[in-house]
């Protein structure tokens, strides 16, 4: 995020650079409501079963 706001910052001006800082902070907003949601959901399964979520780096691997 960090690189994100700095790259925003260098390559845009005025009114363009505020839009996408902006959308960067609601969508900051919306992805850590939805992960506290899909985490407290996959709670439900039993304590351990959030961690699973972890594992789904490996899948986007061969993407990389």
Known sequence: ???CTTLI???FDGARRERLLARQTIW???GGT???LIGGALGEGGWRT???LYFAGWAL???M
């Open 61 to 63: 691997l061969p993407l």
């Open 28 to 30: 900051a907003s919306v």
């Open 34 to 36: 939805a992960f506290f």
């Open 9 to 11: 910052a260098d390559y």
């Open 50 to 52: 959030p961690f699973w």
């Open 1 to 3: 995020m960090t690189c």
